[in-house]
């Protein structure tokens, strides 16, 4: 059981360059997340989705797009990379909580990505 | 807007003490709060939740909620050096959608 896995671990990008972020989750979860981490800051939520097919914006979506084709996965696609999205990219996944209970959020080990 | 706000610190207090760690969140329908402990370099990990008025207790951590006043604490019994974090507080909304402050920096000096 490993939880949520993201790759890669690091990566440089140049400006303008485009990448995906993967994130796998083996939990059967159907909430997954994408947040950033700037330095010294809270995570931000970038996108979530409810289930395969189903996705939304979070608070900070601009220059970031996804997909949920499945259960376990979710990538996260930078279009055209700007040194502003230089930060650490968590994905995380919960699952739907009976009502009245709570559902806590695990997290992946994180991507580190710097764009010069 | 969905704000989380917590005092960044850093709060500092010795081994042994009491580290009393706090957070406001603006909406009043957020369903569940949770404190989450962050390691430099490291992804967050889960320290308690509430999600209901009062206080829950989980070994050396009491966690309280006043959903009235919009506020949610941590406390730390007996603080370790190893409890030396940043810890995130978190609060969901009716669609399970998680907000999180910016955390606290607790420093625990041996």
């Known amino acids: 059981n490993a939880g949520v896995t993201q790759t890669p671990k690091f990566r440089i990008l140049k400006i303008g360059q485009s990448m995906t972020l993967q994130c796998a989750q083996d939990?059967?979860?159907?909430?997954m997340y994408w947040y950033r981490q700037d330095p010294g800051m809270g995570l931000k939520l970038i996108y979530y989705?409810?289930?395969?097919?189903?996705?939304d914006k979070g608070e900070v979506p601009n220059g970031y797009n996804v997909s949920r084709s499945t259960t376990e996965d979710f990538p996260l696609r930078l279009e055209l990379a700007a040194p502003s999205q230089t930060s650490v990219y968590f994905c995380?996944?919960?699952?739907?909580?009976?009502?009245?209970?709570?559902?806590?959020?695990?997290f992946g080990q994180g991507t580190r990505l710097t764009v010069v | 807007q969905k704000e989380v706000e917590q005092n960044s610190g850093p709060l500092s207090v010795p081994e042994g003490a009491i580290a009393s760690l706090n957070c406001t969140y603006s909406d009043r329908g957020s369903q569940s709060f949770f404190w989450y402990r962050q390691y430099s370099g490291k992804s967050p990990e889960l320290i308690m939740f509430i999600y209901s008025n009062g206080d829950k207790e989980d070994g050396r951590f009491t966690a309280q909620l006043n959903k009235a006043s919009q506020y949610v604490s941590l406390l730390i019994r007996d603080s370790q050096p190893s409890d030396s974090a940043t810890y995130l507080c978190?609060?969901?909304?009716?669609?399970?959608?998680?907000?999180f402050g910016s955390g606290t920096k607790l420093n625990v000096k041996p």
């Open positions: 995380a996944s919960s699952y739907s909580p009976p009502q009245g209970m709570y559902t806590e959020a695990f």
């Open positions: 989705s409810v289930g395969a097919g189903i996705t």
């Open positions: 978190a609060a969901t909304d009716n669609f399970n959608k998680f907000y």
């Open positions: 939990m059967n979860h159907n909430y």
